[in-house]
């Protein structure tokens, strides 16, 4: 055969540059790029992002990584007949035999065998479980004490209101922390008669009047404190469930259209006004995590906001989300 002379020069040149011919090199190089785009890219995203977990490379992406690699080699490899028939040199030895007769066998065994799996394992039609629709309000896990939770700061207790009606005579109404300084700033401002002033709704109105005139009665200033505690609420949402749920609190925030399951619209009646407070307090305090498995196929990116915020601050906002979704929670059974 005439590539005989140039099968010897492209053996010596292979040989030299990796010391195991062009065949393996090229089969190497293939495990070499599947590896780093299977294993090492997630490995080392996640010494970049300091996250618990690696960040996975899209599947799609490895093909097609793996297709231009495949291409590169294809170019490399057909550079010249000698590089060509270095390559096909084990191929050929393998056909004619000059391994031995087992290796050829099991080669054109293998062969077929993985192909027609291959094609069964793509059009053998699957038994799968049907698929079903998303269970939105899972319970199995959710504890049963908490079905009678009754948001505290929805109808506050006579000691409450009376403490409350002291601290607004004394111009002195405590505030959560997270808005004190606007509330500061809004008063060096406007250099108001009252530190309420700024709550602008008609039962805070009332009560200011009637502080005013010195003669409060008690259930004026129960709505009144209830309007408090609403604005300390419709703040914490501003600040943590905004970017999510959304100004509108129908689940169209600025990060919404981020996930394939999308945020809660608590103006939609299917959500939360079909479940009792203390549910939805579970809901909130255990995200996304807390969930069992037939709230899937979709994870929940709903945080876990037990971790980040206190009781009364996870009440106060659910407080603010269902009257900013002007809807009212179901009511628990047997009361
Ligand atoms: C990172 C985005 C994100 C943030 C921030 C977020 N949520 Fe969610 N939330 C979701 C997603 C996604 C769902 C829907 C999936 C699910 O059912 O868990 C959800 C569901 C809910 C539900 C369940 C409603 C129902 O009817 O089952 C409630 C209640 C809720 N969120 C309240 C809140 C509150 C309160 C905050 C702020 C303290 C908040 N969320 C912040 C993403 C978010």
């Not at 292979?14 to 780093?36: C, E, H, P, Q």
């Not at 309000?137 to 409450?160: G, I, R, V």
């Not at 943590?240 to 600025?254: E, Y």
Request: net charge negative; proline share 8%; charged share 20%.
């Amino acid at each position: 055969m005439s590539t005989g002379e140039g099968q010897e020069k492209g053996k010596g040149k292979g040989k030299a540059r990796f010391g195991i011919g062009r065949f393996w090199s090229m089969v190497l190089t293939l495990v070499v790029v599947y590896a780093i785009l299977k294993w090492a890219i997630p490995a080392i995203s996640r010494q970049i992002t300091n996250l618990p977990f690696p960040l996975p490379v899209p599947g799609t992406l490895i093909f097609m990584f793996m297709v231009l690699t495949v291409i590169a080699l294809f170019l490399l490899v057909t550079f010249s007949q000698a590089h060509l028939d270095e390559f096909l040199r084990p191929v050929r030895k393998l056909l004619r035999a000059e391994y031995g007769k087992p290796p050829l066998i099991a080669v054109l065994c293998a062969v077929p065998l993985v192909i027609g799996w291959q094609v069964y394992d793509t059009t053998v039609p699957k038994i799968a479980v049907p698929s079903a629709l998303r269970i939105q309000h899972p319970s199995s896990n959710f504890p049963k004490s908490f079905e009678a939770l009754k948001n505290p700061f929805a109808s506050p207790t006579d000691a409450e209101v009376a403490a409350f009606v002291e601290q607004a005579k004394a111009n002195e109404v405590a505030l959560i922390p997270q808005v004190m300084g606007d509330v500061e700033r809004w008063m060096e401002e406007a250099d108001p008669d009252h530190m309420l002033a700024f709550i602008p709704t008609r039962p805070m109105q009332r009560f200011l009047e009637q502080l005013a005139d010195g003669n409060v009665d008690t259930e004026t200033a129960r709505a009144a404190l209830v309007e408090k505690h609403l604005f300390e609420g419709r703040a914490l949402y501003a600040m943590n469930c905004r970017a999510c749920h959304g100004d509108s609190v129908a689940g169209d925030g600025p990060m919404a259209d981020g996930f394939k399951l999308r945020p809660i619209n608590f103006t939609d009646n299917g959500t939360i006004e079909t479940i009792v407070e203390g549910y939805t307090f579970w809901r909130v305090s255990n995200g996304g995590p807390g969930l069992p498995t037939e709230a899937t196929p979709w994870d929940s990116a709903m945080p876990e906001w037990k971790l980040s915020l206190t009781e009364e601050e996870r009440w106060k906002i659910i407080l603010a989300e269902y009257d900013l979704a002007e809807k009212t929670p179901r009511i628990p059974e047997g009361h």
